[in-house]
T-cell receptor, first 116, second 112 residues
């Protein structure tokens, strides 16, 4: 099992540039989550999908952030334009719905974003 | 916020000692999970306890859940230097699809 695969692992970009983070969930999982981790705010849920449909995007900070899941094996998180305060580690995770049935989620290794 | 809160924020112990971390939450849950994060890595699931369970074991891990107090504890017995990591509780509040809300974690340091 390949696990959740994220790319890029590290990215340094200039303020104002567009950033696209990519995620390939574990095959057979139909829930996908994007989290952001910072020292100040901890791990925040940005958005989650079930069967490729966005279920809850209330954690998306603002319109500069957008996420898509065009198919069951791929998702993107885009920031346009990026700002220094977006610097964080962005995690993608996947799982089998429903979590309330006792399923767990599996995290990728994260994308470390620095906006200068 | 429904976010769980871990306590303490940081814990430093000697190898061989037991480590206890606590988690409190605010509303009824379906289950509570504990995850571990090594520095620079993603989170890894450790153990899940359902709302109708009071205690669960997995190797050197023991998790308890007190739904009346809305709290959980994670005990790591006979700690090792390799247990050094951050530990997070995550609460599943249910709903049609469900999602996990993570606390800010306890940073555990086990000194050899």
């Amino acid at each position: 099992d390949a696990g959740v695969i994220q790319s890029p692992r590290h990215e340094v970009t200039e303020m104002g540039q567009e950033v696209t983070l990519r995620c390939k969930p574990i095959s057979g999982h139909n829930s996908l989550f994007w989290y952001r981790q910072t020292m100040m705010r901890g791990l925040e849920l940005l958005i989650y999908f079930n069967n490729n449909v966005p279920i809850d995007d209330s954690g998306m900070p603002e319109d500069r952030f957008s996420a898509k899941m065009p198919n069951a094996s791929f998702s993107t998180l885009k920031i346009q334009p990026s700002e220094p305060r977006d610097s964080a580690v962005y995690f993608c995770a996947s799982g089998r719905s429903a979590l309330s049935s006792g399923n767990t989620i599996y995290f990728g290794e994260g994308s470390w974003l620095t906006v200068v | 916020s429904q976010q769980g809160e871990e306590d303490p924020q940081a814990l430093s112990i000697q190898e061989g000692e037991n480590a206890t971390m606590n988690c409190s939450y605010k509303t009824s849950i379906n289950n509570l999970q504990w995850y571990r994060q090594n520095s620079g890595r993603g989170l890894v699931h450790l153990i899940l306890i359902r709302s109708n369970e009071r205690e669960k074991h997995s190797g050197r891990l023991r998790v308890t859940l007190d739904t009346s107090k809305k709290s959980s504890s994670l005990l790591i017995t006979a700690s090792r230097a390799a247990d050094t990591a951050s530990y997070f509780c995550a609460t599943d509040y249910g709903g049609s699809q469900g999602n996990l809300i993570f606390g800010k974690g306890t940073k555990l340091s086990v000194k050899p």
